[in-house]
């Protein structure tokens, strides 16, 4: 799998599922990963991912509990936007070119 697109190691918890919804419903490409995969277990190992789901995007790993607020498990816009580059800057704050 490219470690330069957006791709989510997932098992069937609800916050694997309410990303995934959130993509979806923003048009963001994502690739699924199956967690228990050999593909997955080895994804994970390298980027030292701890939590489901994995969240890779272009190569930089993000912890899925900085997406979520608790108690209900809803997206942070805010965070979200930036780390899916809904706004059209990269993560770190520099512009996206076009």
């Known amino acids: 799998m490219p470690v330069d697109s957006n791709s989510l190691l997932i098992n069937s918890c609800r ?4 990303i995934m919804k ?3 419903d923003h048009g963001v490409p994502f690739q699924r990963v199956d967690l228990e995969s050999p593909e997955g277990q080895a994804i994970a190992e390298r980027y030292g991912m701890k ?3 994995g969240i890779l995007v272009d190569g930089v790993s993000y912890n899925p509990l900085d997406l979520l607020l608790p108690p209900d498990c809803r997206i942070d816009e805010k965070i979200a936007r930036k780390v899916f580059r809904l706004d059209g800057e990269l993560p770190h704050g520099e512009p996206r070119h076009t």
Do not use: E, N
């Open 51 to 53: 939590a489901s789901p």
């Open 22 to 24: 959130y993509l979806k």
């Open 15 to 18: 916050r694997s599922k309410k």
